[in-house]
């Protein structure tokens, strides 16, 4: 049983925890585009590729597989993800599981008008964005929403080109230097992730971590501490059964005055998913068991409640 | 001989290679003032403190040298250096040396405009800086310099609150919403760093590790890689003897079409030191000689070039 890590970049520790699973399974090997990438060095074995974008990248993807006896796929960067689902069949043909969702719920998660649309007409609670300056400008008049506000690339990923607002002039100000922004309400409230696995055989929910997230100066360092409610555990699961998700997603979740917002869906593992594997919640181990054909039984919120994670910086040397 | 490190946040490398170096010689005790600094758990004992600002403070830290036989101290954040810097005769008396600069030259790398002046008026390349708007635009008007410039604090550190502003309407709108913002020429070249070590006993440059900064998207991973350049060598000795530094120092560096422009000082170990004891550039043991009442011979490059390193996430639980 080998597993491939597309675009595995800074991800050690997702590569290191699946050489643990896969230990004296099988192989786990990893790419990535750039020789710099360091969790290619943490992998039984890699390959430098070329960029996603480059052709014939996914004819070279499906040649790695064979030739690594590969069967399954996943990608850890988001442009990749609905590359790898718009190619399942070509993975399916040669006895490849991809590893992840739908084109449409990858691509969603890369649009976040598509999928503040989504949340609206599902009833989900989530921060209210406008793609016209002038519809959000009415919001304001009309007090439906308040300064400040984030304009942001209605695509993108990475809190790239970001900004925070507190008034119109910052609004036009922003606006006038770039194209294919949105305004989205600033949520201010406790920010929650969830890691969230949901098996490739049921389609059931079989797992869910939830953590808090503790802020700290100019994004330094990211601390969290785990914890449980019900009600959240629930609204996830209604939630990612209605979209379809399927595989490891994380969610970004705001948590105002005990009202849970759904800000954003990563289908991927996401860097802060080390802290769920370290209280004991190993999708690794679901993962494998779905390759081997067998479906995962539901364990929901099977972890301690208070467990911080810090992170720190580790180095890799060539 | 056992050293205690201040405000250790998440520099678990640099905890972890003093313990490497006081393994069997004495004991490295470690400080934060949250229990989610993650650093403290890699040191052989640790206490949780209060802010910096805290009144009593010092004291506590004197009680702790005292307690724990310490014989060096030093800090890895900047408004500390200072701090260390004005109280150091009250460690001397009580047999522990402050390792680091002397109180203005670290009141100085918190100044970004008093270090400007510094810089020019030694003759070294800088980046011009203004903290009057008109004087700015004037320099603008006459082609002294030209867009994007730097808006930022002039004192602060952590690239809190920087935006690059491409016009005047940008630079207006950022100085209309905050104070105490300097303009700053815009230097588009190489980053470079140095790690330097200037012996606490002799006064000289004893060693020096240069790389060059790979850069990545959004800040997300820190790259570089080593190299040399007996001119770089020569200019950093120079500047460091000039201004009169002492103990471990990190300056950050700019190659534009091969001139070198002086950025900034960290009188302290900055986060990409690890590059260098890596490649065999153990500042610790120099230290460790220095507190033994020995000074160090100079022995400046003696390290490979083309060494990459790549930084990723390690997590540590509590």
């Known amino acids: 049983m080998n597993i491939l890590i597309l675009s595995a970049g800074t991800r050690n520790k997702v590569v290191q925890y699946f050489k643990k699973t896969f230990n004296g399974i099988g192989t786990v090997v990893a790419t990535d585009a750039s020789k710099l990438g360091p969790a290619i060095y943490d992998a039984d074995k890699y390959y430098i ?26 990608s850890l960067i988001d442009p990749e993800l609905s590359l790898l689902a718009a190619n399942e069949e070509l993975f399916r043909n040669i006895g490849v599981t ?15 008008m598509q999928m ?14 406008w793609m016209d300056k002038n519809e959000f400008y009415r919001a304001i008049n009309n007090g439906e929403v308040t300064y400040p506000v984030f304009v942001k690339p209605y695509r993108g990923s990475a809190s790239i080109s970001i900004s925070k607002a507190e008034d119109k002039e910052t609004v036009e100000l922003l606006t006038s230097h770039e194209n294919n922004l949105m305004v989205q309400e600033f949520l201010n409230g406790q920010e929650i992730g ?28 990211d601390k969290a501490v785990s914890f449980k409610d019900d009600r959240l555990f629930e609204l996830i699961e209604r939630f990612v059964l209605e979209a379809g998700y399927r595989g490891q997603i994380d969610i970004d979740i705001f948590d105002i ?3 849970y917002y759904i800000s954003e869906v990563n289908p991927r593992f996401g860097g802060g998913y080390p802290h769920a594997y370290e209280c004991g919640v190993d999708h690794m181990s679901l993962i494998l068991n779905n390759l081997n054909g067998k479906s995962n039984k539901k364990s929901i919120g099977r972890y301690e409640e208070g467990i911080y994670m810090m992170k720190y910086n580790e180095v890799k040397i060539l």
Chains 1, 2 share one sequence.
């Not at 991809?98 to 976040?112: F, P, Q, R, T």
């Not at 490739?200 to 939830?210: A, L």
């Open 116 to 129: 503040y649309e989504w949340l609206k007409n599902h009833g989900y609670n989530c921060a209210r964005s």
């Open 49 to 74: 590729v070329p960029s996603i974008t480059e052709p014939g990248y996914i004819e070279l993807i499906l040649d790695i597989c064979k030739k690594e006896q590969i069967n399954g796929v996943l």
């Open 194 to 221: 969830a890691d969230v696995y949901i098996d490739m055989i049921s389609g059931e929910v079989v797992s869910i971590f939830t953590k808090k997230k503790i802020k700290m100066r100019a994004g330094e360092t």
């Open 98 to 112: 991809v590893i992840g969702s739908s084109y449409d719920l990858c691509e969603m998660a890369l649009d976040k």
């Open 257 to 259: 005055d005990g009202q």
